[in-house]
């Protein structure tokens, strides 16, 4: 048996409530980058594709879902930040070794090409809208013969910011749970399936939810492969990292982790958009909005759970 | 010049004298502590043995702390002190996420704050506070660079342990067994 006592008076068991630093912000912010990321990368790359009729949804409409969504989480990491009006030195240095740092660049290209996307499409789904101002009109008529060439740098920035919402937790090695290189791509494939949702979701076009059901079903399988290889990997690791995920089998994170994420989030989505493509009726809304939980509850769970993982000694 | 410390585990008597001297010296605010005492028993008894550690910040040689902080807030200073620039400092918390020590706690004006080796005091020629106080003498602060040094000579002849090595950050806090 081996005890650990704090003979002075700092009184945590191991970790100190107040070393528990990130809440709901980090979460919910990784939740919105990922949406966003998923959205902007299928509008891009149906773009490239030359798709935007058949594809006019995920091409016009949910990528103004995106800029939302990263002002948002860009507001949500202020609310997070301790020392908040210090927060423009992140902006005045650039440090490609800081996870975070780079990560505050990316955030700062991508929001203005989402939002000059999504407002490139404003005069054609909304009638009767105006710019008012002659150098906008240019502007817009400029972006609008170039989609493709600002397509390419959205689809590359997508999957870097899809990625960097997992790089951001796995860079950490004192988090036993967090340091696997697997996380990147299990966020980037998680953040796309949240935005194949979100189309789902605004799309009216049979063919077109048919196109990204299947996306979305072959990026489930995926992620339900990765998350076993996120397990598998880190029982086969050191004593901290297999303390890690046993709190994901048999610990206090197993329960809410299998019910909402994996039964809930991805397993009876999946077996209702399998139902859809097979001719039942099912309303839609229901697998997507299930993704979105999910997603945003398996996020919320890996913050929580790495932040109480640690190196033993 | 590399500063390190060394900390006799056998001499320690867990007075929590150098989390005392700590707090005044640097004015650390109520509720906080920049190092703590962990007294770590193992065996069932009557075969019982104990450890008691004087923990701080390790002043690693490769700190995740100073590679992850987005601003450069987290900072080397001479002989490999690693300091926050409070006015650098952002408090998002990622230096708190990276530490394997849990060393960092964010200071209610809002910046990250940690032991900082009495700097101040270091650099007048003096020991840290903790190491100046500590009734047992059981911690030696110096360079490793000083092969005269005292914190040299009891490394050369004590068998010693630092915590968590395998976490790759070369950590700069010794442990006399």
Same mark, same amino acid.
């Given at each position: 048996m081996k005890?650990?006592?704090?003979? %002075?008076?700092?009184?945590?068991?191991?970790?100190?409530?107040?070393?528990?630093?990130?809440?709901?912000?980090?979460?919910?912010?990784?939740?919105?980058?990922? &949406?966003?990321?998923?959205?902007?990368? #299928?509008?891009?790359?149906?773009?490239?594709?030359g798709k935007e009729e058949q594809m006019s949804a995920t091409v016009k409409k949910a990528p103004l879902v995106a800029p939302f969504a990263l002002i948002l989480g860009l507001f949500l990491l202020f609310l997070d930040l301790k020392h908040k009006l210090w927060f423009w030195q992140l902006y005045t240095t650039i440090r490609l070794e800081s996870p975070m740092g780079w990560g505050a660049w990316v955030l700062m290209i991508m929001t203005p090409i989402s939002m000059?996307?999504?407002?490139?499409? &404003?005069?054609?789904?909304?009638?009767?809208?105006?710019?008012?101002?002659?150098?906008?009109?240019?502007?817009? %008529?400029?972006?609008?013969?170039?989609?493709?060439?600002?397509?390419?740098?959205?689809?590359?920035?997508?999957?870097?910011?899809?990625?960097?919402?997992?790089?951001?937790?796995?860079? #950490?090695?004192a988090r036993p749970l967090w340091n696997t290189s697997i996380l990147g791509p299990l966020f980037l494939v998680s953040g796309m399936s949240t935005g194949a949702a979100v189309i789902l979701l605004v799309s009216k076009n049979h063919e077109?939810?048919?196109?990204?059901?299947?996306?979305?079903?072959?990026?489930?399988?995926?992620?339900?492969?990765?998350?076993?290889?996120?397990?598998?990997?880190?029982?086969?690791? %050191?004593?901290?990292?297999?303390?890690?995920?046993?709190?994901?089998?048999?610990?206090?994170?197993?329960?809410?982790?299998?019910?909402?994420?994996?039964?809930?989030?991805?397993?009876?989505?999946?077996?209702?958009?399998?139902?859809?493509?097979?001719? #039942?009726?099912?309303?839609?809304?229901?697998?997507?909005?299930?993704?979105? &939980?999910?997603?945003?509850i398996f996020r919320f769970l890996i913050v929580e759970a790495g932040q109480i993982t640690r190196y033993l000694y | 010049m590399r500063y390190a410390m060394a900390i006799d585990t056998r001499k320690c008597v867990g007075c929590s004298d150098c989390v005392v001297a700590c707090q @005044?010296?640097?004015?650390?605010?109520?509720?906080?502590?920049?190092?703590?005492?962990?007294?770590?028993?193992?065996? @069932?008894?009557?075969?019982?043995?104990?450890?008691?550690?004087?923990?701080?910040?390790?002043h690693c040689a490769n700190s995740p702390c100073v590679r992850c902080c987005p601003t450069g807030a987290s900072h080397f200073e001479e002989g490999g002190i690693v300091l926050v620039e409070h006015n650098k400092c952002i408090g998002c918390g990622a230096c708190i996420e990276s530490c394997p020590y849990e060393a960092r706690y964010s200071h209610p004006d809002g910046y990250v704050d940690k032991c900082t080796f009495c700097i101040h005091r270091v650099r007048q020629g003096n020991d840290p506070a903790c190491v100046s106080v500590c009734p047992t003498r059981c911690m030696y602060f110096g360079d490793l660079e000083d092969p005269n040094s005292k914190l040299v000579n009891v490394l050369k002849n004590r068998k010693f342990k630092s915590l968590a090595p395998e976490a790759g950050t070369q950590p700069q806090i010794f442990y006399l067994l």
């Open positions: 005890e650990e006592l704090f003979a %002075s008076g700092r009184n945590i068991p191991n970790i100190d409530p107040t070393l528990n630093i990130w809440h709901w912000q980090i979460p919910s912010y990784l939740f919105l980058g990922g &949406l966003a990321a998923g959205i902007l990368f #299928f509008a891009g790359v149906f773009t490239i594709m000059v996307w999504s407002a490139s499409y &404003l005069t054609e789904l909304i009638p009767g809208w105006d710019w008012k101002f002659k150098f906008l009109k240019t502007f817009e %008529s400029w972006v609008i013969r170039n989609r493709v060439l600002i397509a390419w740098p959205m689809v590359i920035y997508a999957v870097i910011l899809g990625i960097y919402t997992g790089i951001l937790l796995s860079a #950490f090695n077109e939810r048919k196109i990204i059901g299947r996306i979305d079903l072959l990026l489930i399988v995926v992620e339900l492969f990765f998350i076993t290889h996120l397990f598998m990997g880190d029982k086969a690791g %050191s004593e901290a990292q297999i303390n890690a995920v046993n709190l994901f089998l048999g610990g206090s994170f197993t329960a809410p982790f299998f019910a909402f994420v994996v039964i809930l989030g991805l397993l009876f989505p999946a077996i209702l958009e399998i139902m859809e493509l097979r001719g #039942f009726k099912v309303p839609i809304a229901v697998p997507a909005i299930l993704i979105l &939980l999910g997603g945003f | @005044t010296e640097n004015d650390v605010p109520n509720g906080f502590c920049r190092d703590w005492v962990k007294e770590v028993v193992d065996g @069932t008894y009557p075969n019982v043995s104990i450890e008691l550690r004087s923990e701080r910040c390790n």
